[in-house]
């Protein structure tokens, strides 16, 4: 049986990296949220830990590769897409991740409180190995929090919106294989009875699967290439001309974009001790700004009569 692993991921650090970067966060920062959203996203497979147990006990049968294989997916399977996979149980693991990241002696108590609740709530509605599957999932999101409070500056709130968001997106990678997640576990209410079929062939939704899952490993290293080009400046700035482009207005070489509150097309010289240029500013008005005349100029420079000696539009 063919299922998605890696493409849970990559898909939500491919969107909420972009989505980030859209709403003003710089490259570096867009890739922190990104790699954020895509750990929290792959946590909801921790259920498949269980199949190794299946496995376990089948090696000692002499059962071949195939097996092997059956027979970790007959008990992967057993829990697998239920209390981890869940619209509903994601708000509250995200918000017990949230609350550790804080660090305060009160807010790791309440997300103590909040994983413990949550596990006796599985372990009536789901019984003994529900609840394991619990602990797994929700030890694996503070373990998750812990590393971010440790390696990142990134706050509580935002890492409540980041775990989200890679919680959520997870079970609607799953709807095209194997068994439909359980959407809105704990309660009985289902919303898929079945995989959405991309083909009536099974060979071809196969195929169509593994092509949405291939789509979102491109789709995260187009992301990713680009934010680490922009954070190099080897780009200008997001989805915009590369330095150099010849195809209509390139900007100034050794230059990168700042918007304004205005959103006006402004450009900064990369030397410290120059001021705030133009693409048409005059590059003796640049010389001028800068203590060692290094700073870049545009070929359509000109120099303004009675200009002051500052870098401004022309």
């Not at 057993?78 to 149980?89: E, N, Q």
């Not at 693991?93 to 709530?121: F, I």
């Not at 394991?132 to 509580?156: N, S």
């Not at 939704?205 to 491109?218: N, Q, R």
Request: proline share 5%; charged share 15%.
């Amino acid at each position: 049986m063919y299922s998605m692993f890696v493409g849970h991921a990559l898909a939500a650090f491919a969107l909420v990296a972009v989505v980030a970067r859209r709403r003003g966060q710089p490259p570096s920062r867009a890739l922190a949220f990104g790699c954020v959203a895509g750990l929290f996203a792959a946590a909801p497979d921790v259920d498949i830990g269980y199949a190794l147990v299946g496995v376990v006990s089948t090696l000692g049968t002499g059962a071949g590769a195939l097996g092997l294989a059956e027979s970790f997916w007959a008990t992967g399977n057993v829990v697998h897409r239920a209390v981890t996979h869940s619209l509903v149980v994601a708000p509250a693991v995200a918000l017990a991740a949230a609350a550790w990241v804080d660090g305060r002696t009160g807010a790791r108590a309440a997300a103590l409180a909040l994983a413990t609740g949550l596990v006796a709530v599985t372990a009536v509605v789901g019984g003994g190995l529900a609840a394991l599957v619990t602990v797994a999932f929700v030890v694996t999101a503070l373990a998750l929090g812990e590393g971010i409070r440790r390696r990142t500056d990134i706050a509580a709130r935002t890492t409540f919106w980041l775990a989200l968001a890679g919680l959520v997106s997870h079970p609607f990678g799953d709807v095209f294989t194997g068994e439909p997640p359980a959407l809105l576990y704990p309660f009985a209410t289902e919303v898929l009875t079945a995989r959405v079929a991309l083909s009536a062939d099974p060979v071809f939704h196969l195929l169509g699967a593994f092509a949405i899952e291939l789509a979102t490993v491109w789709a995260a290293v187009i992301v990713w290439t680009r934010l680490r080009a922009e954070r190099d400046g080897r780009v200008v700035g997001p989805f915009d001309l590369p330095v150099g482009s010849t195809r209509g207005r390139s900007p100034a070489r050794g230059t990168r974009r700042a918007r304004s509150s205005s959103r006006r097309r402004r450009w900064i010289c990369r030397t410290r001790s120059c001021s705030r240029c133009s693409p048409w500013g005059s590059s003796a008005r640049c010389r001028s700004a800068c203590a060692d005349g290094d700073a870049r100029r545009s070929p359509r420079s000109s120099r303004t009569p009675g200009s002051s000696g500052r870098c401004s539009p022309g």
